[in-house]
């Protein structure tokens, strides 16, 4: 079951938090869990046994050791010009490095790879050039698969960068939910830090940090009476937005790891899906060109392993 990280053991190593969580749990137990890819905090797959824990943050430990972490090869180019890249990201990659990774050694770095990093080689190779580079514009979760946007240049940048924060670029994701969503709806609140549980959640007014978030859903397929297949349309870009309402309103992604409860008092809900990752998949991309004013419009295919576990649902 996972386990939410107390304010007593903020700043500990997570082999330290591990026992602490696990009573009876010895030093070398917990490093093994780690080392063999069956610890994950938020989600993503944590190798690091010395990385310092936050208050809130959710671990993990899963029963079967998680995959290893995709490689530049996984890396799909879909567009690029001089100013801007759209890439095809798979599932189980963070896209950036966290700051206190920053300085960690190169060895240490290829063990876990971000696709920030990666992104230089991915696009040498795409391209045939040598020391490419890009600036990051918006972000996906480790496992949410899908279309992601990157500029080439500071400018290009700055300008996605606005059209972000004016709504002017089309995202659509495909999900798969539990329960039955029977008609359209739009979900319109705000989503602060901390809902009163220690994660992210909505309000109904706007406090504190509270950012406006905006989700538009749509059924696509219900399936077996049990779930269903959406669209949802981004009109706001928040950290985790789907995710979150999505489960507050009832209707929790399969897969899900972190947003397991409708409301912070509500129990943890069961996901009897046994889908290999969070059902979520960035299906579509469009926006104005910054610099040249052309419309651009990109699609990607639910990607095999979230296929494949779907078609074991419907049969």
């Not at 190593?13 to 969580?21: D, I, M, N, V």
């Not at 696009?123 to 990051?136: A, E, I, M, Q």
């Not at 709806?185 to 909505?202: H, L, M, Y």
């Not at 899906?273 to 299906?283: E, K, N, Q, V």
Request: charged content about 25%; glycine content about 6%; some cysteine.
């Amino acid at each position: 079951m996972p386990f939410i990280v107390p304010s007593s053991l903020a700043d500990k190593p997570l082999a330290g938090a591990l026992r602490q969580l696990k009573p009876g749990l010895s030093w070398s137990e917990a490093k093994r869990l780690i080392h063999t890819r069956k610890v994950t905090v938020d989600g993503t797959l944590c190798l690091d046994e010395a990385r310092r824990m936050r208050a809130g943050e959710v671990i993990e430990v899963l029963e079967q050791s998680k995959p290893p972490v995709p490689r530049e090869a996984s890396v799909r180019i879909v567009y690029a010009d001089m100013h801007l890249v759209i890439v095809d990201k798979p599932a189980g990659l963070i896209v950036e490095r966290r700051r206190e990774e920053q300085n960690w050694s190169e060895d240490r770095k290829a063990r876990q790879p971000v696709l920030d990093e990666l992104m230089t080689s991915v696009l040498d190779r795409h391209l045939g050039t040598t020391g490419s580079r890009v600036y990051s514009v918006h972000r996906l979760d480790r496992d949410t698969s899908g279309l992601m946007l990157y500029a080439r240049t500071i400018p290009a940048q700055e300008r996605l960068i606005a059209l972000f924060s004016g709504h002017d670029i089309t995202r659509v994701y495909q999900a798969v939910v539990l329960g039955v969503i029977s008609s359209p709806q739009t979900i319109d609140n705000w989503i602060v830090r901390d809902r009163g549980d220690g994660i992210r959640g909505c309000v109904d007014e706007e406090t504190g940090d509270a950012q406006t978030a905006i989700t538009h859903i749509k059924p696509i397929e219900a399936i077996k009476g049990a779930y269903t297949l959406v669209e949802c349309r981004l009109e706001t870009g928040r950290t985790h937005q789907i995710r979150i309402h999505l489960s507050e309103a009832g209707h929790m992604l399969c897969g899900e790891k972190v947003y397991l409860r409708q409301t912070p008092t509500s129990p943890p809900r069961t996901d009897p899906s046994h889908a290999p990752r969070h059902a979520l998949h960035c299906c579509d991309i469009g926006l104005t060109h910054p610099i040249t004013g052309q419309r651009l419009h990109f699609t990607s295919p639910m990607p095999k392993d979230l296929e494949r576990w779907l078609n074991r649902l419907r049969a």
